[in-house]
T-cell receptor
């Protein structure tokens, strides 16, 4: 079955260490996204990528970096510059392209998330 | 700027009761899209419905129904005869027209719904 795989489900790191969260999709979707979820704050967009080798900052990109070397993969690195890294991170993808109407017929597909705890 | 407000942080009801989750949005766009997602304890968000700003017809899908009212900028979600499996966090989301980056969904804070047996 097609879907989005995020690994690991739980991740623990010491403060000052960089950590990379994995996101892989086999849906053949062009666009991929990273969201951060904190209690009471909903989901906030970190980075997104519409095509391979291209990505844009979202609303809270500071302290994070991404790469998009393959269509299927969109790893997120939480750097030591991120002041409050402990959160639940969700990766998503969506088929894009075609007409505007066709784009909107395609909802976001989400992975199961990675819960990162930094102490 | 776009904004989505889900004023109900937590709702708890007894099984078989009807429950309505409120969603109020702000946007200056004339073309926009509204979504509802369900987040069960497993963590992933599950897409429930998408609505564009030109379609104000209410929609019903089984026990789920959605009431879209542009006059009050609301897109409320009602579960009829609730079941324990409906327990989850529900998110309302808004996106603008394609020309302004439709991929940038703006989410509400979420409503945690607990259905007690």
């Amino acid at each position: 079955d097609g879907g989005i795989t995020q690994s690991p489900k739980y991740l623990f790191r010491k403060e000052g260490q960089n950590v990379t969260l994995s996101c892989e999709q086999n849906l053949n979707h062009d666009a991929m996204y990273w969201y951060r979820q904190d209690p009471g704050q909903g989901l906030r967009l970190i980075y997104y990528s519409q095509i391979v080798n291209d990505f844009q900052k979202g609303d809270i990109a500071e302290g994070y970096s991404v790469s998009r070397e393959k269509k299927e993969s969109f790893p997120l690195t939480v750097t030591s510059a991120q002041k409050n890294p402990t959160a639940f991170y969700l990766c998503a993808s969506r088929r894009e392209g075609g007409t505007e109407g066709a784009v909107y017929n395609s909802p976001l597909h989400f992975g199961n998330g990675t819960r990162l705890t930094v102490t | 700027a776009q904004k989505v407000t889900q004023a109900q942080t937590e709702i708890s009801v007894v099984e078989k009761e009807d429950v309505t989750l409120d969603c109020v949005y702000e946007t200056r766009d004339t073309t926009y899209y509204l979504f509802w997602y369900k987040q069960p304890p497993s963590g992933e968000l599950v897409f429930l419905i998408r609505r564009n700003s030109f379609d104000e017809q209410n929609e019903i899908s089984g026990r789920y129904s959605w009431n879209f009212q542009k006059s009050t900028s609301s897109f409320n979600f009602t579960i009829t005869a609730s079941q324990v499996v409906d327990s989850a966090v529900y998110f309302c989301a808004l996106s603008g027209p394609w020309s302004q980056g439709a991929q940038k969904l703006v989410f509400g804070q979420g409503t945690r719904l607990t259905i007690n047996p």
